[in-house]
């Protein structure tokens, strides 16, 4: 089974910086693409981040420049670096996984805060 459990979230002020990172129990995790995305009170989930099993990464153009997604097979984590943080990033971020055609799998999701 699948479990994933971010951390890292917090309360920073604008300009600041904070890294996630995302831990899993995913068997053969470097076959699946892992994603952050977040969701804003009252908007829909978007996809921030992806990175394919073998390390190619895809952005957000909203985050391209200051967020990086990286990730470590060894260890079965992925990780987003988040700098130059704006209020408009403030969002709870959450830790998918994908294999192929299967479904995505979740976390519970950790809060961001950018304060202006």
């Known amino acids: 089974q699948v479990h994933l459990v971010e951390s890292g979230g917090g309360l920073v002020q604008a300009g600041g910086s904070l890294r996630l990172s995302c831990a899993t129990s995913i068997s053969f995790f470097s076959r699946y693409t892992m994603g952050w995305y977040r969701q804003a009170p009252g908007k829909q989930r978007e996809l921030v981040a992806a990175i394919t099993g073998g390390g190619g990464p895809n952005y957000a153009d909203s985050v391209k420049g200051r967020f990086t997604i990286s990730r470590d097979n060894a260890k079965d984590t992925v990780y987003l670096q988040m700098n130059s943080l704006k209020p408009e990033d403030t969002a709870v971020y959450y830790c998918?996984?994908?294999?192929?055609?299967?479904?995505?799998?979740w976390g519970q999701g950790t809060q961001v805060t950018v304060s202006s």
């Open positions: 998918n996984a994908k294999y192929a055609f299967g479904p995505n799998y």
